[in-house]
Every structure is written in structure tokens, then in C-alpha cells.
């Protein structure tokens, strides 16, 4: 038997439903597979795209592993929000999985066959990966939703650019991932430059064209800066160090001959 709080299997499932496949043709992964062992009550779900894993501290005597169907969790966790407590008894043929609470039970009947995926292989050939440096991924925006009930905080790295993202809580209660996508033809550089002029703020005065981001002087050789803000639509620059005397571009050119630095 293995006991766990009502509560703490609520937040399992809630942590790795957003990842239940949808496709009925493949039922071994429209579902999730709880599992006891080594302590720890598991609960495990992909969908190809992301995979998450939940997990439990729990009272355990032997091991057991059984796959919930999507179509039974609605009864589940409805079942749970009246229990304080869940102990989870699974048949001999293994088809079924009950759970007592103080007042109640549930009878589920669950899927025959295994999970289809090694998680536990498959997470550890990810974590075991020397991390090298990422210079540009990307991710399935869509996918990004599913994990807003892992956790309040979640931590995120990528061994390399093709290596599946991981997402692990600080609680060590969640872990997932998510494969990110594959385009060959986008680089960093690419996407940065198409955005530059954008995010770079430039004015002209007379003949004179200053990129804002960089070092200006005046005739005396000493260094002024954007200030950041701007007097009816026009920048207001200050000398280096005296942030509280501003003045506009167009008046700084004429009084102190200022010029970009470059």
C-alpha cells in the first residue's frame, strides 16, 4: 500500500495534466502513470512535445506502477477535493487502481501495458550533459502554458541548442521538458540586427547624425551622454558625472560644439 496526503496528489496531477497527450490513437500517452517506488510516489506524462514528472515523499510497502487514462482524472481529482488522505491499492491483474480516503473509495480502471517512454533514462541522458553554450534557441509558444501549475518559480537550462529545455522546481517536488524547435536558417545575429534600428535611439542636428546610444563630446574634448529622456521630442544630453544639469541636443551642439565621439 502507499498513502499520500489528498492535497499532494491533487498538485501531482495538476503539475503534469497540461502535458496528457490528445491524440486517441495512442492511449498509452492520453494518460498518466503513477508509479511507487524508492520512497516516492511518481506521476509521469508526455506528449512527445514536453514531458513532466511530479513526485512525493510517501509511506510505501512494495512497488507498484499503474497508467490512468486522461478520461478518468475528471472523477479523480473531484474524489480527492473530499478526502484528506488517498491509500492506493492496486489489483492482483493489475486493471484496476482503488483509493481509500477517510470516508470514502474510488475505483479506477487503468490501462494494461507500460508507459511507452523511460522517463527516468531519458531525464538522467539530459541532466548528465555537459552544458555548453546556447547561442539562440526556440520554443513552441503554445507549449510555453502547460507550465504555469508546475510551480511559482521554475529553473530552465539547455545543455545545447538541440537539447530539450529543462524545467525543474526549487522544491524538488517537478521536473520537465520541452524539445525546442529546429530552424536552421535563424541566427542571433540575424534576429538582433532586424531589430537595431529599433532599439537604437537616433537624432540629427543640421548636418550632424548621432546614434544616442554612444559617446558624444564637446570642443573641449569631454565625454556627455543621453540621458534618456527628451524636452517636447527632443533628447536632453548632460556632461559625464552631472546627471542633474540636461540640456537639449540641438542647444548643446550650438553652446559647447558637440559631436559623437566616433
Do not use: C
Not at 535611439?201 to 556627455?224: N, Q, S, T
Amino acid at each position: 500500500m502507499t498513502t499520500v496526503l489528498a492535497s499532494d496528489l491533487h498538485r501531482m496531477i495538476k503539475q503534469v495534466a497540461p502535458h496528457i497527450s490528445t491524440d486517441d490513437t495512442l492511449p498509452a500517452i492520453a494518460a498518466i502513470q503513477l508509479e511507487s517506488r524508492d520512497g516516492y510516489l511518481y506521476a509521469a506524462t508526455t506528449d512527445r512535445f514536453t514531458m513532466a514528472v511530479a513526485r512525493q515523499a510517501t509511506l510505501n510497502e512494495g512497488e507498484w506502477m499503474v497508467t490512468i487514462p486522461s478520461e478518468h482524472l475528471a472523477a479523480l481529482t473531484a474524489w480527492l477535493k473530499t478526502e484528506n488522505s488517498a491509500t492506493f491499492m492496486v489489483s492482483d491483474d493489475g486493471e484496476t487502481l482503488t483509493l481509500s480516503g477517510p470516508s470514502n473509495s474510488i475505483t479506477i480502471k487503468t490501462l494494461t501495458g507500460h508507459f511507452p517512454l523511460d522517463w527516468r533514462k531519458y531525464m538522467r541522458q539530459h541532466l548528465d550533459a555537459e552544458v555548453g553554450p546556447v547561442p539562440l534557441t526556440g520554443v513552441t509558444a503554445k507549449y510555453l502554458a502547460r507550465w504555469a501549475n508546475a510551480a511559482e518559480m521554475l529553473h530552465v537550462w539547455q545543455a545545447s541548442p538541440k537539447a530539450p529545455l529543462i524545467f525543474m522546481d526549487r522544491a524538488g517536488e517537478f521536473i520537465g521538458m520541452q524539445m525546442p524547435t529546429r530552424d536552421e536558417h535563424t541566427t542571433r545575429d540575424g534576429l538582433i540586427d532586424a531589430w537595431s534600428k529599433s532599439l537604437t535611439r537616433y537624432a540629427k542636428v543640421g548636418d550632424i547624425r548621432f546614434d544616442l546610444d554612444e559617446d558624444m563630446v564637446d570642443r573641449d574634448g569631454d565625454p556627455w551622454m543621453y540621458s534618456g529622456r527628451e524636452r517636447g521630442g527632443e533628447p536632453l544630453v548632460h556632461l559625464l558625472g552631472i546627471e542633474d544639469d540636461v540640456f537639449t541636443l540641438s542647444s548643446a551642439v550650438e553652446q559647447f560644439g558637440l559631436r559623437p565621439a566616433a
